[in-house]
């Protein structure tokens, strides 16, 4: 059973950034995906961006250009940088890693607000 960590959330202002990290409680090397997900307050869980074992990426329309999500497989760790971060990116964000199961982490919190 894989656990993982998220940190990084905070409350920036708009046009800011954020890192959050995914620490996982083993290898994450062969696993098949390993991803982000948010959800906002009164609306549906919504996948943000995944990295697959082969490097891969999958991002959201709504992050295109503005998130990266990278994997350091030394570490155990999934990131995601944010840049250039809106109000309507509000959420609490939740690590993702797809085995034979799907795991998730408890998530962290994301403000963007002045």
């Known amino acids: 059973q894989v656990q993982l960590v998220e940190s990084g959330g905070g409350l920036v202002q708009p046009g800011g950034s954020l890192r959050l990290s995914c620490a996982a409680s083993e290898s994450i090397f062969s696993i098949n995906a390993m991803g982000w997900y948010r959800q906002a307050p009164g609306k549906q869980r919504e996948r943000v961006a995944v990295i697959h074992s082969g490097g891969s990426t999958f991002y959201a329309d709504s992050v295109k250009g503005r998130f990266t999500i990278s994997r350091d497989n030394a570490k155990n760790t999934v990131y995601l940088q944010m840049n250039s971060l809106k109000p309507e990116d509000t959420a609490r964000y939740y690590c993702?890693?797809?085995?034979?199961?799907?795991?998730w982490g408890q998530g962290t919190q994301v403000t963007v607000s002045s």
């Open positions: 993702n890693a797809e085995t034979t199961y799907s795991f």
